[in-house]
């Protein structure tokens, strides 16, 4: 017990380090990158497929809504794709003291549908590896 | 000085054997690990029709190398916790038809983990769709994400339940949303 009243200020700066130890946690949201952009055109047929092709296709979509556009009076639905990720954090140190530099793939991919059938896409990428053929 | 007083305050208090180890104990049980859940309800469950569901094979679209059978194992966990929530009964025909999709699987290092928490985290990400059939209609959505990024040895083992921490989680949204609670938390 001496000790410990000894140590004073130990007691919290043991429980801070023990605690960092056996607890702490983290999680991020994304879809991950896209792998299956390529078979969009190949598996996908505007008119002809159905939500559930394209979900089989590019999985889970992270939202969906509508839209109407100009000079097209025609509502479609909207599934929405997006990755956006931090993929690599670098300092600068030698050169500029505070600079971190932030490397971060974005991808948005949009989805139309005309009365629940495919109806075309449109989706955009900094990704170099992700390619739209 | 004033803040100097309240911190070494704390401190002393915190210098108890017994209560030390339950600071620690508690940090421990209320940590360990972080799920985060979406839900997107398109439409609510029909009333009293619809009881059954069928669950189709879970696609895996994490591009994971490493040797695992990712689809095998989270149909199989996926499966088990609906049967066992009793929410559903799962057949071959059924209208409600369930998608699911792994999003991110990261197997992680419990070493790791305990040389440096943050490093080595065991994740799993999954989505699940309610469809209608025949219609296709899209009834709600559920995502969830779990992750074990600090703890000491004792997390080894930490990617074999990481589904069904992930699955847990949907069966929860499953079940409320069923249940006809919204994600504000009101029928």
Redesign the interface.
């Known amino acids: 017990?001496n000790a410990?009243?000894a140590?004073?200020?130990?007691?919290?700066v043991?429980?801070i380090l023990?605690?960092?130890?056996?607890?702490?946690?983290?999680?991020?949201?994304?879809?991950?990158?896209f792998?299956?952009t390529r078979r969009i055109e190949s598996d996908l047929k505007q008119g002809v497929s159905?939500?559930?092709d394209v979900?089989?296709v590019l999985?889970?979509?992270t939202?969906?809504g509508g839209a109407v556009f100009p000079l097209d009076s025609r509502p479609r639905e909207v599934w929405y794709y997006d990755d956006i990720e931090v993929t690599n954090l670098s300092s600068e140190a030698e050169s500029e003291a505070g600079l971190y530099r932030v490397k971060v793939r974005q991808q948005i991919l949009l989805v139309f549908f005309e009365k629940?059938v495919f109806d075309g896409f449109m989706w955009w990428s900094n990704a170099g590896e992700a390619k739209g053929e | 000085m004033e803040l100097r007083r309240k911190?070494?305050g704390?401190?002393?208090q915190?210098?108890?054997?017994r209560l030390?180890l339950l600071?620690?104990l508690s940090?421990?049980l209320?940590?360990?690990?972080?799920?985060?859940s979406?839900t997107?309800t398109?439409e609510p469950l029909p009333a009293g029709e619809h009881r059954a569901v069928r669950i189709e094979p879970c696609?895996d679209?994490?591009?994971f190398q490493g040797g695992r059978d990712l689809r095998g194992e989270a149909t199989r966990t996926f499966i088990e916790k609906v049967k066992a929530a009793k929410l559903f009964e799962v057949t071959a025909d059924a209208p409600l038809v369930l998608?699911c999709?792994i999003?991110?699987f990261a197997e992680g290092s419990a070493l790791k983990r305990?040389v440096l928490?943050?490093w080595g985290?065991t994740?799993a990400?999954v989505?699940?769709?309610v469809?209608k059939k025949p219609?296709?209609?899209?009834l709600a959505?559920f995502?969830s994400?779990?992750?074990?990024?600090?703890?000491?040895l004792y997390t080894i083992g930490a990617d074999q339940y990481i589904f069904g921490v992930a699955f847990d989680d949907i069966v929860r949204q499953l079940r409320e949303w069923a249940q006809g609670i919204t994600p504000e938390g009101k029928p």
């Open positions: 017990m410990w009243r140590c004073g200020g130990c007691g919290l043991v429980t023990v605690g960092s130890l056996v607890a702490g946690c983290a999680s991020q949201m994304t879809t991950g990158a792998t299956q159905t939500k559930m979900q089989r999985g889970t979509p939202g969906s629940g | 911190t070494m704390v401190a002393n915190i210098t108890e054997p030390l600071a620690v940090v421990g209320l940590a360990g690990c972080v799920t985060q979406i997107q398109q696609e679209r994490t591009g998608t999709d999003e991110r305990w928490p943050g985290p994740q990400g989505s699940v769709m469809w219609e296709e209609t899209v959505t995502r994400q779990s992750s074990v990024s600090g703890g000491g």
